[in-house]
């Protein structure tokens, strides 16, 4: 099972999350194996961390949870919340498989929070530049409540522009660059 975790990092929490770097990283040396995605979203900087966006294939949701809330980092208060979903991998590949590379361009996280009739369930014709690309579902997969994506783009507009504006209740747009344990 697939899942998308969203933790949004608490205003002025830097230092902290800074002083458990190393906690962080050893705790996700433990997912390594099932990571499909994983980068920090960045404010207007291009620079400061926002969040951590971890795209992760776990055996249940309770597996899931355990993942998102027993990081170091959830642990200490650096996140103001989490955003937990099931998710389903579209492209059907990791981040580190996107034929663009870790490297070059501007990089998105694109979240449509969804309302009614499921919308952008294939991938869009031009879809080049995604590297993660899936519907947000419930815990039993049944019903759709948005669409989570990572992708290149020259801007948050044309980022913002792959999902349909008219079937989500919000849409999202963060600056998000690929992430994994520094060489």
């Not at 899931?64 to 998710?87: C, H, I, S, T």
């Not at 580190?96 to 998105?108: A, K, S």
């Amino acid at each position: 099972m697939e899942f998308l975790c969203y933790h949004r990092d608490r205003p002025a929490s830097l230092p902290l999350r800074e002083q458990l770097l190393e906690a962080h990283w050893s705790y996700m040396d433990n997912y390594a194996k099932q990571m499909i995605a994983r980068g920090p979203t960045l404010a207007d900087d291009g620079a400061t961390p926002t969040g951590s966006v971890h795209i992760v294939d776990l055996p249940e949701a309770a597996a899931a949870r355990a993942f998102a809330f027993e990081k170091p980092n959830y642990q200490a208060g650096v996140y103001r919340d989490v955003l937990l979903r099931r998710w389903h991998n579209t492209l059907g590949r990791t981040m580190w498989d996107f034929p663009g590379g870790r490297t070059g361009g501007n990089r998105y996280l694109v979240l449509g929070l969804g309302t009614g009739q499921a919308a952008d369930l294939t991938v869009p014709h031009d879809g080049h530049e995604l590297i993660a690309y899936g519907p947000l579902l419930s815990d039993d997969a049944a019903t759709w409540l948005g669409t989570a994506v990572l992708l290149r783009a020259p801007d948050p507009q044309t980022a913002r522009a792959v999902l349909t504006p008219d079937r989500y209740a919000a849409i999202e747009v963060h600056t998000w660059q690929f992430g994994g344990r520094p060489s």
